[in-house]
């Protein structure tokens, strides 16, 4: 199972972030747990230049823009 985290402050962009990375996970038959982290010392952690960012098991693999659904599913996949 895949851990994703959305990083962000709840903004509109975030939630979209969140929707677009539970549909690839979906489409693509992946399993995953998704994690939304508010808090911006753990959002610093992880040296995000703006938001909204994405973590896929530990990785931060997108930040300040919110990827397609092809783009998550190739990281979910790796």
Same mark, same amino acid.
């Given at each position: 199972? +895949?851990?994703? +985290?959305? *990083?962000?402050?709840?903004?509109?962009?975030?939630? +979209? *972030?969140?929707? &677009?990375? #539970?549909?690839? $996970?979906?489409?693509?038959?992946?399993?995953? @747990?998704?994690?939304? &982290?508010?808090?911006? =010392?753990?959002?610093?952690?992880?040296?995000? *230049?703006?938001?909204?960012?994405? &973590?896929?098991?530990? +990785? *931060? &693999?997108?930040?300040? #823009?919110?990827?397609? =659904?092809? @783009?998550?599913?190739?990281?979910?996949? $790796?």
């Amino acid at each position: 199972m +895949k851990t994703v +985290k959305i *990083l962000g402050s709840g903004c509109a962009n975030c939630r +979209k *972030l969140e929707a &677009v990375a #539970r549909e690839a $996970a979906a489409g693509a038959g992946i399993e995953a @747990e998704f994690v939304k &982290v508010t808090d911006m =010392q753990a959002i610093m952690a992880y040296d995000l *230049l703006s938001t909204p960012g994405l &973590v896929i098991d530990g +990785k *931060l &693999v997108s930040s300040g #823009r919110i990827p397609t =659904q092809a @783009e998550i599913r190739e990281w979910m996949a $790796a």
